[in-house]
């Protein structure tokens, strides 16, 4: 395993990183205990989770699954880099949902609860507030940081110039601020690169992609529905996306088998050839899954793949950075 640092803090975090969303939805808790178990044994080291995981309003059941694999001991707590999420909604009254100091502090103590720790390494804003003022969004966060209940703040879903307006509000209080900015990022999706990218390179975060398999599309979905052996992309709105990109599907797959490697793999590769990218998220339902996603990390992709994925998958307007990506 290949780790780094997050973002510009010294902490240090596996390549890849554990997305726990299937667990308990998709995913039974033994074999969820599995996953983490067989993670740790490749060394990964990042685990990512969210309140509102289990999609049961209120009861955080992933999260509690993670909870009662860490309190089997064995050192595993010690061993995880944990990141949970708080804004969405965890009940039916007005304050329970959102970046409120209110809803920050109580919903921190819930996931310390459920998770079983007496902290979170990386407390990340599941989406921006345009509602809450970023000096009381700090002073939450100062507050758990003190009581030793977060080391580390985190953003998700947010804009450049949200994390632009995050850095210099929390520079005034002479506070750390975000470290990390968690955003959907893949081949078929490349929005963050005009300015969420640049910002935070330019503030020190470090990228963490979501969907870096845009839902199942990258994965060979177009092999894996003739074989018979597709879980995902035959339904909803992976079905539209498809239709919508299937000859470029068809044209990456052919691509990647020239090239010898899973277009899964090949997929994951490129996120981390990509610029400020700290670690992309692999939500694996099962073990094979898992063990699968690991060959990321012995794809090089050179120059030419490089220059040939960019002509299937091209860059938001000229590529690169705004105000180049759009004007002259």
């Known amino acids: 395993?290949?780790?780094?640092?997050?973002?510009?803090?010294?902490?240090?975090?596996?390549?890849?990183?554990?997305?726990?969303?299937?667990?308990?939805?998709?995913?039974?808790?033994?074999d969820s205990f599995a996953i983490m178990d067989r993670s740790l044994e490749h060394g990964i080291n990042f685990f990512d989770t969210a309140n509102v995981y289990g999609w049961k309003l209120g009861e955080g059941v992933t999260e509690q699954i993670v909870g009662r694999w860490f309190a089997q001991g064995g050192g595993r707590r010690d061993k995880v880099v944990l990141a949970t999420k708080v804004y969405g909604k965890m009940g039916e009254?007005?304050?329970?949902?959102?970046?409120?100091?209110?809803?920050?502090?109580?919903?921190?103590?819930?996931?310390?609860?459920?998770?079983?720790?007496?902290?979170?390494?990386?407390?990340?804003?599941?989406?921006?507030?345009?509602?809450?003022?970023?000096?009381?969004?700090?002073?939450?966060m100062e507050t758990l940081v003190a009581q030793g209940k977060v080391l580390y703040v985190g953003s998700s879903n947010f804009a450049g110039w949200h994390i632009a307006q995050a850095q210099a509000a929390a520079g005034k209080r002479n506070f750390l601020g975000l470290v990390s900015e968690q955003s959907i990022y893949n081949l078929l999706t490349r929005h963050v690169e005009l300015e969420v990218v640049p910002a935070a390179q330019h503030y020190g975060l470090g990228i963490i992609p979501w969907s870096p398999l845009h839902g199942g599309l990258l994965s060979g979905i177009i092999r894996k529905m003739a074989e018979g052996s597709a879980a995902r992309g035959t339904t909803g709105r992976s079905a539209d996306a498809l239709a919508e990109h299937r000859n470029t599907i068809e044209a990456y797959e052919k691509l990647c088998a020239d090239l010898g490697h899973d277009p899964a793999d090949v997929a994951l590769a490129w996120?981390?050839?990509?610029?400020?990218?700290?670690?992309?998220?692999?939500?694996?339902?099962?073990?094979?899954?898992?063990?699968r996603n690991l060959g990321a990390l012995d794809v090089h992709l050179d120059e030419p793949t490089l220059t040939r994925l960019d002509e299937l998958f091209p860059p938001v307007g000229n590529g690169g950075p705004g105000p180049e990506a759009w004007a002259w």
């Open 1 to 30: 395993m290949e780790y780094t640092n997050l973002g510009r803090t010294g902490l240090s975090v596996s390549r890849l990183c554990l997305g726990t969303m299937n667990f308990g939805p998709q995913t039974d808790e033994p």
């Open 93 to 140: 009254w007005p304050n329970e949902q959102g970046l409120s100091a209110r809803h920050i502090i109580r919903a921190c103590e819930d996931s310390l609860r459920r998770l079983q720790t007496d902290t979170i390494d990386l407390y990340q804003m599941h989406h921006v507030s345009r509602t809450t003022p970023w000096e009381e969004i700090w002073q939450a």
């Open 271 to 291: 996120l981390l050839s990509r610029p400020g990218v700290t670690a992309p998220i692999v939500g694996p339902r099962t073990m094979d899954q898992l063990d």
